[in-house]
């Protein structure tokens, strides 16, 4: 954080310190990009309309794809059994 080494140089956590904390454009920005994500996850877990079914839908098959791509890449990889 580029506020610690302020908030060290002088002792105590004076009102003016939290109060540039909080008001740190990138700051702000960080919070309302992660509340953005919170919301999101709660709402593709917990919500049961037909927009967030069919989101659940294609995150799934998506998911599965890609399991089922490194099973045949891995498959590829692995060396031909040997007649012995």
């Known amino acids: ?4 080494p302020d908030w060290l140089k002088t002792p105590g956590m004076a009102a003016g310190k939290i109060c540039a904390f909080y008001d740190d454009p990138i700051k702000i920005a960080t919070d309302g990009s992660a509340m953005r994500s919170s919301i ?3 709402r593709i877990t917990t919500e049961t309309g037909m ?12 998911r599965q794809l890609m399991i089922l791509g490194r099973k045949i890449r ?11």
């Not at 954080?1 to 610690?4: A, D, K, L, P, V």
């Not at 927009?51 to 839908?57: A, G, I, M, T």
Request: aromatic share 10%; hydrophobic share 35%; no cysteine.
């Open 74 to 84: 891995r498959r590829g990889e692995l060396p031909a059994p040997s007649a012995a």
């Open 40 to 42: 999101y996850a709660k």
């Open 51 to 62: 927009e967030w079914r069919l989101r659940r839908l294609r995150n799934n098959t998506a």
């Open 1 to 4: 954080s580029t506020f610690i």
